[in-house]
């Protein structure tokens, strides 16, 4: 069933898929964004409490779920780089490391501006916001771990379990709000029955999140093709690409 995707696993058929993947994903997350930014902050109605400061929303809370979504897709291939020890697996979460982590820095930072007119405080030690901030450091743990050794496999097998054990860490930042009473707000959008927030409000938020989504996919395939090229560089065909952008740049 998945035979097709074995090619892939080589680094060579990597590299050229996310080269063409690479355009219509970059022109996708800078559509879908600008779209979703603008209608949010310029044409979105204010809120009834909270005035136009809720609008950092459409920054907030794609970054707060992408911080999630990018470390479970970077656990992921640590898990399939740990057990079938598929070397690009490996490359992946190394290159989808730093993402999240900015991600989750941008929710923090957004998550401190927005909070300061409605809690009159830039942080709290809220249980969203330190689970959150746990996230960040795990992040900053992997990012570390993977240049720690000058033995790849060993630096990969120890970023990768760290990666796979932090995973414990997102349902709490999920049901925090639900499990302790918390100062950060409830679910919004995720009670699809009746979201708690107008369709109006809605809809650029929901762009801006797959925006996102889209804007974090191509940056991972920038950073992985830079990753088989710093791996791979004594393969051949990463000297023939060398060459041939050499003789095309004279």
Same mark, same amino acid.
């Given at each position: 069933?998945?035979?097709?995707?074995?090619?892939?696993?080589?680094?060579?058929?990597? @590299?050229?898929?996310?080269?063409?993947?690479?355009?219509?994903?970059?022109?996708?997350?800078?559509?879908?964004?600008?779209?979703? +930014?603008?209608?949010?902050?310029?044409?979105?109605?204010?809120?009834?409490?909270?005035?136009?400061?809720? %609008?950092?929303? @459409?920054?907030?809370?794609?970054?707060?779920?992408? !911080?999630?979504?990018?470390?479970?897709?970077?656990?992921?291939?640590?898990?399939?780089?740990?057990?079938?020890?598929?070397? =690009?697996?490996?490359?992946?979460?190394?290159?989808?490391?730093?993402?999240?982590?900015?991600?989750?820095?941008?929710?923090?930072?957004?998550?401190?501006?927005?909070?300061?007119?409605?809690?009159?405080?830039?942080?709290?030690?809220?249980? %969203?916001?330190? !689970?959150?901030?746990?996230?960040?450091?795990?992040?900053?743990?992997?990012?570390?771990?993977?240049? &720690?050794?000058?033995?790849?496999?060993?630096? &990969?097998?120890?970023?990768?379990? =760290?990666?796979?054990?932090?995973?414990?860490?997102?349902?709490?930042?999920?049901?925090?709000?639900?499990?302790?009473? +918390?100062?950060?707000?409830?679910? +919004?959008?995720?009670?699809?029955?009746?979201?708690?927030?107008?369709?109006?409000?809605?809809?650029?938020?929901?762009?801006?999140?797959?925006?996102?989504?889209?804007?974090?996919?191509?940056?991972?395939?920038? %950073?992985? %093709?830079?990753?088989?090229?710093?791996?791979?560089?004594?393969?051949?065909?990463?000297?023939?690409?060398?060459?041939?952008?050499?003789?095309?740049?004279?």
């Amino acid at each position: 069933m998945w035979k097709w995707l074995h090619p892939y696993a080589k680094s060579e058929m990597a @590299y050229q898929l996310c080269g063409k993947l690479l355009p219509w994903f970059a022109i996708l997350s800078l559509l879908l964004l600008s779209i979703g +930014t603008m209608w949010g902050l310029a044409f979105a109605p204010s809120d009834y409490q909270q005035g136009d400061s809720f %609008r950092i929303i @459409y920054i907030h809370v794609p970054s707060a779920i992408w !911080s999630m979504g990018v470390y479970m897709s970077m656990a992921i291939a640590a898990f399939i780089g740990l057990v079938w020890q598929v070397k =690009l697996s490996d490359m992946a979460a190394s290159a989808m490391a730093p993402i999240g982590a900015v991600y989750t820095f941008i929710a923090l930072v957004t998550g401190s501006i927005w909070g300061k007119p409605m809690w009159g405080a830039w942080w709290v030690w809220d249980a %969203r916001l330190t !689970s959150e901030l746990i996230l960040l450091f795990l992040y900053l743990g992997v990012i570390a771990l993977y240049h &720690a050794f000058d033995d790849q496999r060993m630096a &990969a097998k120890a970023a990768g379990i =760290l990666a796979i054990v932090g995973v414990v860490n997102l349902p709490i930042i999920h049901f925090s709000v639900e499990w302790w009473n +918390t100062l950060h707000q409830g679910a +919004t959008i995720t009670k699809f029955a009746k979201p708690s927030i107008s369709s109006d409000m809605l809809w650029p938020l929901l762009i801006n999140i797959l925006g996102f989504a889209f804007f974090f996919a191509a940056l991972t395939m920038v %950073r992985l %093709r830079n990753e088989i090229i710093h791996k791979e560089s004594h393969r051949p065909w990463v000297a023939a690409i060398a060459n041939a952008k050499f003789e095309g740049g004279k």
